[in-house]
């Protein structure tokens, strides 16, 4: 395998579709997204992405089976249009640019020839610290579809935050399928949900696929994602009690302060 390649499984027929990406990222983000609504909408996978810029590794399946990393992609029906999803194992690793823009490039080729125009990505978006629920970053390829993306999420509950950050970055499939697609004359939105980036945050997974799903007007039961945000909010707890102990261990005493006081 010298360059990347998308094995087919089937063509399906569909409808204006929009590309919507959840590939692995900051707290799996994307891709607890992307897996969700693949679930929720009993999505089909229709075709699969190989690259030689993935892990050169083999993953053992269910009942002993073993299989290349690779990337997926399913289609399902949308309402008014289908919707083709991708996730999958893995990214190209972030020291290999020229492997990024290559495998982005493919998947640019497939959806195209499927006639998508718009893409939709999914990731996180790393924070020291949260205060209440995630906020959604969002990023369009036009400053013109501010206002039609406005209009589509009146009503979401989810806190939108329109990036003004000058000179930031949108790192792998995320930006580049946005950037380069912009190229080719399509257009979307980037939406990465504020997180701490070192555990699986199904609660900023949640507040992006609300976006998303006002977006495209779907209906899509949030309850397996309420269940592990659950989980989430359990772990960070426990990660803060324990940096709670840390720092009050390394804390100089009360004593200790007063005798330096007196020095």
Sequence with gaps: MKESFVHVLKRPKLRDPVLIEGLPGI????KLAA???????KAEKFAELYSPHFMHQAIIRKNSVLDLMKNEFYYADGGERDLIILTGDQQVAPTDSPGHFEVVGKILDFTMDLGVREIITMGGFQVPELEGEPKV????T??????????????CPVSVIWREDEGGSIVGAAGLLLGMGKLRGMFGISLLGESLGYIVDAKAAKAVLSVVTAILGLEVDMGALDERAKETEEILRKVQEMQRAMLEQNLPSTQEEEDRGYF
């Design 142 to 155: 036009d400053e013109s579809l501010r206002d039609y993306y406005v209009k589509r999420l009146e009503g």
């Design 27 to 30: 707290g799996l983000v994307g």
């Design 137 to 140: 970053m969002a990023a369009v």
């Design 35 to 41: 897996d969700h609504l693949i679930q929720e909408l």
